[in-house]
């Protein structure tokens, strides 16, 4: 990595305007510095970014001598734009619009980043210059499509990067680097020069290291383009974060493909949210989540193919197999099909207005999980659907998003929470993130004074009321068993209940043990409803904790389920 991977727009800037740096001393960093696998597709040569470097004399300018990429579908005057295709490449005599704004603000271009094939696909893993790993390492994938840009931010290549959003690709690869993605209000950055995925859907979207830079990054490239049909003009006004009314998912409507630690950090980032909003209300997200399958599952497809038929049809060879599979699928569709799934996608449009009259801003997991690049090859369009789950449906439902890291889940993967707005909302949404990430101030911590709690059943991590107790300031700490007095029933109402019975009577019964805030219990004990209670269980390991408890009279009527030796354990015999 190089110097500038602990810095940022505004770092450099302020070292420029002490005398401790200067453009041609960045320029020389970015030319010495080793470049992480995959990362590039075409860099701009050593002597063009030097001559760069020296022509800048302006330092009043808002990206004055700062180094960025841009991703290799967006075009850049005089180096080859391939969208990941040599066969496709073509070098332009203009660039795009947005990336000629940037150079106008005083940045220096470093060079054009690898992507999924025809911006199709979330992984990072579908291109023919080679698949892209995390910063994190072991394997993991960067995300995609803008898998080089994320890469070249995380790892300090650059300040910024520019990637492109159809259904995650703005936001995904940020989330698995741990930086920040800003995918704006679509048209607000203008698309024109841009190699289209679908058209009316495409965004250029914003990575960097810090919300003040994506905000920064913003404010320069923002604004109409007279070539530009799709460009738009941003309207409203922004929130500060003490006023917005936060939304947070319904525990029943997630999931996070059995990543338990995802659904842990989740809970916890809203919990840091909601410290610094006005209110909090659950939300059904059915709407935003059956938008989002008419992208893969529907008609939108036939846009993509719309762009690139011709060229398909003469290059077939030369394009990845399963990125032809899933372009050229859009021929299933007919013109019928395209017609019902706009008018269903109008009322779910209608449906998520509503909901953004009752919030300002939806906070959600950017990802339900994350995977390895092998686990990529095993399962390519499952798990690509997996990673899309939060993210699609933003562009169709004309929605603005920022990305924020999250911290790490207990296996060191990166975790992030998607701040989600209506059409332009970006003030609103850059002051949360930057309140967020504490660029704004310190977020108050919970309390340090804990309790431990055993649970049993519907609190378990995964199950559906895990989120109460995270949302609490919850912890996990460990998983043990009771002593062999106790028997678990299922109630009629599908609740597990756990009754104290004589010594050798019942078995040993699989617990988890969380650490609360003592400040929370009150809360807790309020939501607790008969049969249920907090008493004190015993732990094969000698020890006493307080637990949820089932008063014996319930069992009369309930289904002893004690032979599981556990509620997961009794849900997975099932087949639940």
């Known amino acids: 990595m190089t110097a500038l991977a602990q810095t940022g727009i505004a770092a450099l800037r302020d070292a420029y305007a002490r005398g401790e740096l200067t453009p041609a001393d960045v320029a020389e960093q970015v030319i010495a510095a ?92 579908r291109s023919p210059y080679g698949a892209v790993e995390s910063i ?40 698995l680097n741990g930086i920040v993605g800003l995918k704006p209000t679509r048209g607000l950055l203008s698309t024109a020069g841009v190699v289209p995925a679908c058209r009316s859907l495409d965004c250029v979207s914003v990575f960097t290291l810090d919300v003040a830079d994506a905000r920064t990054v913003l404010d320069v490239a923002r604004g109409p383009a007279a070539a530009d049909p799709w460009s738009r003009t941003a ?60 992208l893969y599952e529907g008609p939108w497809v036939v846009e993509r193919l719309a762009d690139l038929e011709d060229f398909l049809d003469a290059h077939a060879g030369a394009v990845l197999p399963l990125t032809l599979g899933i372009l050229r699928g859009g021929h299933r569709f007919s013109a019928a099909d395209t017609f019902r799934a706009q008018h269903r996608l109008q009322a779910l449009k209608a449906e998520t207005a509503r909901l953004f ?87 108050p911590e919970p309390p340090a004074t804990t309790v431990e709690l055993a649970v049993a059943g519907h609190h378990l991590r995964g199950e559906a009321r895990n989120a109460e107790l995270v949302a609490l300031g919850g912890r996990f700490a460990r998983t043990t068993r009771t002593e062999a007095c106790y028997r678990l029933y299922r109630l009629p109402t599908g609740v597990p209940g756990l009754v104290r019975v004589g010594a050798g009577q019942g ?9 609360l805030p003592s400040s929370a219990v009150g809360a807790l004990l309020s939501s607790v409803r008969p049969p249920l209670s907090i008493g004190y269980l015993s732990t094969v390991d000698g020890q006493t904790v307080q637990g949820f408890l089932c008063e014996a009279y319930a069992a009369g009527d309930a289904q002893d389920i004690t032979a599981s030796e556990g509620f997961r354990a009794h849900r997975q015999e099932e087949g639940q």
């Open 34 to 125: 080793p470049s992480a696998p995959g990362v590039w597709i075409s860099r701009v040569p050593a002597a063009a970014l030097r001559a760069r470097a020296r022509e800048l004399r302006d330092p009043s300018l808002p990206l004055f001598g700062i180094p960025f990429a841009v991703k290799d579908n967006i075009d850049v005057a005089g180096l080859p734009t391939t969208a990941a295709c040599p066969a496709f490449a073509y070098t332009p005599d203009r660039g795009a619009p947005v990336v000629e704004r940037l150079l106008a603000a005083g940045a220096m271009l470093v060079g054009k980043t690898n992507l999924d094939q025809f911006a199709t696909g979330l992984t990072g893993s």
């Open 136 to 175: 994190f390492g072991g394997g993991l994938i960067a995300g995609g499509s803008s898998s080089g840009s994320a890469v070249a931010v995380a790892s300090g290549a650059v300040a910024f990067a520019l990637g492109t959003d159809t259904a995650g690709s703005g936001r995904v690869p940020a989330a």
């Open 235 to 294: 309207t409203g006004e922004s929130l500060p974060p003490a006023a917005v009314r936060l939304g947070v998912a319904r525990p029943d409507t997630l999931d996070f493909d059995g990543d338990h630690g995802q659904a842990e950090r989740y809970v916890a980032g809203c919990l840091a949210a909601a410290r610094l909003t006005s209110a909090v209300t659950e939300v059904d997200l059915a709407p935003l989540l059956e938008a989002g399958g008419l």
């Open 357 to 443: 009259t009752a919030i300002d801003v939806l906070a959600l997991p950017t990802v339900p999980t994350t995977f390895t690049l092998d686990e990529i090859a095993e399962e390519p369009l499952r798990r690509n659907a997996v990673l899309g789950r939060y993210t699609q449906f933003a562009n169709l439902l004309d929605l603005a998003v920022v990305t924020v890291p999250n911290g790490t889940t207990p296996q060191g993967r990166p975790a992030s929470l998607s701040l989600i707005g209506p059409a332009f909302a970006e003030g609103t949404l850059l002051g949360l993130a930057a309140a967020f990430r504490g660029e704004a101030g310190p977020v």
């Open 507 to 515: 078995a040993q019964i699989e617990v988890e043990i969380w650490r």
